[in-house]
């Protein structure tokens, strides 16, 4: 089964504009992170945020964390076309079991 | 630093025959995961070992699906038979310990059952 729901399932935008993906899950977590998957090839971690922090940058990312809403969010600033890709949001629960959700599917237009 | 290397990166093979994936994780890395990805959903876990140990495999479809890691470095997984609905990627990753932050991924294995 899978915990994290990712919205918007697409996501379309231009260089340089500033893209939005949430996360909702169902468990209380351990820590949540969020991975990047170019086609065709796996997947990079990008960011972890645990479940007693509310915000974390890292580079041109942001996430935050709302474990009352138990929901999610990455940021991109300033994004690039070697940004397209599809971004996934992971809940571990404990022991790295980790749970993905669907994903967002991101394109950068130049 | 080599990353997590994983053979044959792609493969098609016919309903009820059995299929095998190799997976070298990142020296050093004590857990080793294989993960199910059909196309458009995210990955599902399917077995964790921890050295030469089996501490997750709650979804491994157990009377199709076979994993060994025997001396707690490279590790493969069996599909025998096979299924239509297998057709997916199987991944591979890696982290130094269960408690790890990041998990290291492979290129993972692309299978097609016609």
């Known amino acids: 089964s899978q915990q994290g729901e990712e919205d918007p399932q697409a996501l379309s935008i231009q260089e340089g504009e500033n893209a939005t993906m949430n996360c909702s899950y169902k468990t209380s977590i351990n820590n949540l992170q969020w991975y990047r998957q170019n086609s065709g090839r796996g997947l990079v971690h990008l960011i972890l945020i645990r479940s007693n922090e509310r915000e974390k940058h890292s580079g041109r990312l942001r996430v935050t964390l709302d474990t009352s809403k138990k929901s999610s969010s990455l940021l991109i600033t300033a994004s690039r076309a070697a940004d397209t890709a599809s971004y996934f949001c992971?809940?571990?629960?404990?022991?790295?079991?980790?749970?993905f959700g669907k994903g967002t599917m991101l394109l950068v237009s130049p | 630093e080599a990353g997590v290397a994983q053979s044959p990166r792609y493969k098609i093979i016919e309903k009820r025959q059995s299929v095998a994936f190799w997976c070298n994780p990142i020296s050093g890395h004590a857990t080793l995961y294989w993960y199910q990805q059909i196309l458009g959903q995210g990955p599902k876990l399917l077995i964790q070992?921890?050295?030469?140990?089996?501490?997750?495999d709650s979804q491994l479809p157990k009377d199709r699906f076979s994993a060994e890691r025997l001396k707690g470095v490279d590790s493969t997984l069996k599909i025998q038979p096979a299924k239509l609905e297998d057709s997916a990627v199987y991944l591979c990753a890696s982290s130094f310990t269960r408690d790890s932050d990041e998990q290291f991924f492979g290129p993972g294995t692309r299978l097609t059952v016609l």
């Open positions: 070992f921890q050295n030469n140990g089996v501490v997750d």
């Open positions: 992971a809940t571990d629960e404990g022991y790295s079991t980790l749970t």
